[in-house]
C-alpha cells in the first residue's frame, strides 16, 4: 500500500503522508524511495508550482526514521552509508526547484525535523500536540541526516545546541520563537494555510530571515570558541563523559559551521556510523524497545483481563505522595481526584499542593489558563468519605504502617462500590500483608509510586495471588494514563526497586560508619553514572522513611539487609533529609549545600583522610547485583526487561549499562561470582553469590539473550 497520496489544485500539490499499518508516520526506506519517486514526478509536471507536505496521522508529523533499519546496522561502515543516504535523501528536498511547504501537527522528530529544516517554510499548528525536535541522543547517535549542520544555521548555534545535545523536543510556541517554524496557525486551518503560503512563495520567493544567535558569540569564530567550550563544560557535567553521543554532535556542529557544510556532513555521517555500533547506543536502544512493548503490555496474560474505566479516583493520604498521585492523575489522565484524610488541615495543604503541580504546568506555558481552571476543578476533598462511593480506583497513600493501612483498606472497602479497584502505595510491605482479612481479595492490589510522582516515570503494580486479571489491567492502564512505565511485579517485601535498592543503601551506610567521607561515596556513585549519589539519595527519600523501610526489609530478609547502625539516630536528633533541612548535608533555602560534619558525630563515626574509591564502588555496585539476581531467581520480575527498565527509571541505574542485570550479562556471571566470592570472604556472608549466578556461572547463561 502507499504512504502518499497526491492532490493538485490550483497549481498546490498536497503530499498527505499516511504509513499504513502504523499508528505514526516513520520514514523508511520504503516510503523515503515512494516519496523520491513522487518529487520526480512533481518535478517534471509543469502544472505544479509547489508542494505541501503534510501528514493523515491525526497527531504525528514525522515521529522518526525507522528504528528497524537502524538496528540492523552491523558496522560503523554501514551506519556511516546510512547517514550518507539520508543526508542526500534531504539535500535532494532542499535542491527542490519548486518550493516545498511543511504543514506540522503532532511529533515532528528526529528524521522528520531533519525533512522539515529542507523545506522552504514550516508552518506548525499551535496544537500542545505539536513539538519539534531531535531526540536522537537519547538513543545514543546523533542526528545523522544533516540535523547538526541546517539547524545551527537557522536558529542560531546556542540555541541548537541546546536541542541537538539533550535530545530535546520543543513545542509550538517556542518553535516559532526560536525560528524553527515560520508560522503558527489553530490546527482546524493548517492545511488551508500551508497551501497559501506555499501559492504566495511561489510567486514571491522565500521572505529573508534576519539571522538568529548572539553578533559576539555566535555570528563570529572566536565568540563560537566560547559557545563549544561551554556546551562541552555543560554536557560533561550532566553525562560524567559515560554518553558519548552528545560530545560527537558538537563536534559535528563545530566541523560543519567552522569548516564548511561538506565537512560537517562527512563528519555528522563518520561519527553516526561510530556511535550506531557503540555498546551504549546498542543498551539505549535496548531500552527503547523494551519501554515500547511495555507500553502494550497488559500485565496479564493476553485475553485474561477487561480493564475498568476510571473517571474518578480517590486518594486516602493527602500528605507529599497523595498530593502527587492526585495531581498526576489530574493533569495526565484528566480524571476527577479526590483526596481525603483524617485532618482537614492536611486535606487543605494537599490540595493546595495538587494544584500548585497543575499551575506549575501552566508556568511552563503547557496548558493554557483555561485548560488550568478546568483541570484545578477536578480536585477535590474532604475528611469524610463522602464521594469516595463513586470512585473507579481508590489509592491509599497513608503512612507505612501495616496495622494503619490494614485498618484504612478496611475503610475504604466499606465505602467503595462493588466494582473498584483498591490499591496501596506501600513502597515495601507486601500488599498480602495489607489485604488479610478483606472481604474482597481479588480488587485489591499495590500500586507504588515513586518521589515525587509528577517526575518519577515508573509504577510498579504488585498483585497478590488472589487479585483478579481485570484489577490488573485496570491498574496498568490507568498507571499509563498517568504518564508512568509500569512493571508487574511480585508480591515479596520490597518488591523490586526497593528489594535491590535496601542493600546498596545499608552497604553505604555500613561504608560511612566505617570512614567513608559523605563527598566520596557519593561522587564514586555518581561517577558510575547514577544521578545521585547513597547518601544524598537518602536526605532525598526522607531518612525517616529509609528507617522505616529498612525495618520492614530486615524483618523479612533477616542479617543479609542488616540496616547500618547509626542511621536510627539521625532520625533520633530529627535529621530527616532535605525536608527538614539537616540530614548528612546541610540546605540552604531548600538547597544542598555541603556535608554536615555534625552528621559524623551522631552516627560516631570519623572520616578517613584516605579511601580507596574503587573499594567502594565494587562493594556498592556488586551488593545490588546480587540482590538483583536473587530477586530475579524468585520471580519478583516476570523477565529481565523489567527488572533493567524498573532499575533505571525507580532509582536511576544507569542507562548506558543497559540496567543490573545487562551489566551481569556484560561483566559476565562467572566473574560476577568471583568478585562477589571475594568479597564474601573479606566482609562477610551477605555477599554471599546468589545460588543462580553460581549456576549461570557454571553454564555460561545470560538473563538477556539479545
Known sequence: MSAFSLTISDGIAVLTLDVPGEPVNILGSGVIAELQGLLDRIHDDPGVRAVVLISGKPDSFVAGADIQEFIRIRTAEEGEALSRSGQEMIARLQRFPKPIVAAIHGACLGLGCELSLACSWRVASDSPRTAIGLPEVQIGVLPGAGGCQRLPRLIGVRAALDIILAGRSERAAKALRLGLVDELVPHSILRHVAAAAADRIARQGVPPRDPRGSLLLERNPVGRLFVYAG?????????????????????????????????????????????????????????????????????????????????????????????GIAGTAVAEAGVEARLKDADLARVGKGLKAATDLLRARLTRRRISRFAFVREAALLSGSAEWRGFASADLVIEAVFEDLAVKRQVMDEIEATVGPLAVIASNTSTIPITSIAAGAKHPERMLGMHFFS???????????????????????????????????????????????????????????????????????????????????????????????????????????????????????????????????????????????????????????????????????????????????????????????????????????????????????????????????????????????????????????????
Open 452 to 706: 515525587p510522582v509528577d517526575r518519577m516515570p515508573l509504577l510498579e503494580v504488585i498483585p497478590t495471588d488472589q487479585t483478579a486479571p481485570d484489577a490488573i489491567v485496570t491498574a496498568v492502564q490507568f498507571g499509563r494514563r498517568m504518564g508512568k512505565t509500569v512493571i508487574v511485579v511480585g508480591d515479596r517485601p520490597g518488591f523490586w526497586v526497593n528489594r535491590i535498592l535496601t542493600p546498596y543503601l545499608n552497604e553505604a551506610g555500613l561504608l560511612l560508619a566505617e570512614g567513608a567521607p559523605i563527598e566520596l561515596l557519593d561522587r564514586v556513585m555518581t561517577r558510575f553514572g547514577f544521578p545521585v549519589g547513597p547518601i544524598a539519595l537518602l536526605d532525598e527519600v526522607g531518612i525517616d522513611v529509609a528507617v522505616k523501610a529498612s525495618g520492614v526489609m530486615h524483618a523479612a530478609f533477616g542479617e543479609r539487609m542488616t540496616p547500618a547502625p547509626g542511621v536510627a539516630r539521625m532520625v533520633e536528633a530529627g535529621r530527616l533529609g532535605r525536608k527538614s533541612g539537616k540530614g548528612y548535608y546541610l540546605y540552604h533555602a531548600g538547597h544542598k549545600t555541603e556535608p554536615d560534619p555534625k552528621a559524623y558525630g551522631i552516627l560516631g563515626a570519623t572520616p578517613l583522610a584516605t579511601v580507596d574509591p574503587r573499594q567502594v564502588e565494587q562493594r556498592l555496585v556488586y551488593i545490588m547485583l546480587n540482590e538483583a539476581a536473587l530477586a530475579v531467581a524468585e520471580g519478583v520480575v516476570r523477565s529481565p526487561r523489567d527488572g533493567d527498565i524498573g532499575a533505571i527509571f525507580g532509582i536511576g541505574y544507569p542507562a548506558y549499562r543497559g540496567g543490573p542485570l545487562r551489566f551481569i550479562d556484560s561483566l559476565g556471571a562467572a566473574s560476577v561470582v568471583q568478585t562477589l566470592e571475594a568479597l564474601a570472604a573479606e566482609l562477610g556472608p551477605r555477599f554471599t553469590p546468589a545460588p543462580s549466578l553460581v549456576v549461570m556461572a557454571g553454564s555460561g547463561a545470560r538473563f538477556h539473550q539479545d
Open 231 to 323: 556546551a562541552r563544560k555543560a554536557v560533561l557535567a550532566k553525562t560524567g563523559g559515560h554518553y558519548p553521543a552528545p560530545l560527537a554532535a558538537l563536534a559535528a556542529v563545530k566541523t560543519g559551521l567552522e569548516r564548511g557544510m561538506e565537512t560537517g556532513f562527512r563528519r555528522e555521517a563518520r561519527l553516526f556510523g561510530e556511535l550506531a555500533v557503540g555498546e551504549v547506543s546498542r543498551n539505549l536502544v535496548r531500552i527503547f524497545f523494551a519501554t515500547a512493548a511495555l507500553k502494550k503490555d497488559p500485565g496479564v496474560a493476553p485475553g485474561t483481563g477487561t480493564a475498568r474505566a476510571v473517571k474518578r479516583l480517590g486518594v486516602v493520604g493527602a500528605g507529599f505522595m497523595g498530593a
